[in-house]
């Protein structure tokens, strides 16, 4: 599988490209989906701020705060994806706040690059189509606990 990722990073996050990378790559590989490894995926990542991802969490989902990441999918399920006669794939765009993941990890007591895997990996399988589930959660806590992610 061939991943292009455009990044727009709006705020400080230390986190680099090759991190993300590597998160949403080996997240879609845990999903199964074999027909993906012949496509050239493409998403758009945007690190935001804590006003700027609540402005836009209040737009989109109505609720005024911020959160840790949004996905906006341009697939809304596995069969639609497999519709596409397409090399390439646009899963969609995820929306990253990365000052709230640093201050639930701290209040949480959590690994912040641990959890940073965590969030990347979610919203790339929401990219997916997933919705909340043991099957989510069970693979985006996988992802997480790979030691060279960290």
Not at 69 to 92: H, V
Not at 102 to 113: F, G, P, V
Request: charge should be positive; hydrophobic fraction near 35%.
């Amino acid at each position: 599988m061939k991943l292009n990722l455009e990044i727009n990073n709006k705020s400080r996050s230390p986190l680099k490209k090759s991190f993300f990378e590597k998160v949403i790559k080996k997240t879609l590989a845990e999903v199964g989906w074999d027909f993906l490894q012949e496509k050239v995926l493409s998403l758009s990542l945007a690190v935001v701020g804590k006003e700027e991802m609540r402005e836009i969490n209040k737009k989109y989902r109505k609720i005024n705060a911020a959160t840790d990441i949004l996905s906006f999918a341009e697939y809304k399920s596995e069969k639609e994806m497999k519709k596409s006669k397409d090399k390439e794939l646009f899963l969609g765009e995820l929306i990253l706040c990365y000052d709230d993941i640093r201050e639930y990890s701290k209040k949480e007591k959590l690994n912040l690059k641990e959890e940073s895997v965590r969030v990347v990996s979610h919203g790339t399988l929401h990219l997916t189509g997933m919705r909340h589930g043991k099957k989510m959660f069970f693979i985006q806590d996988k992802i997480s606990q790979i030691k060279n992610l960290r």
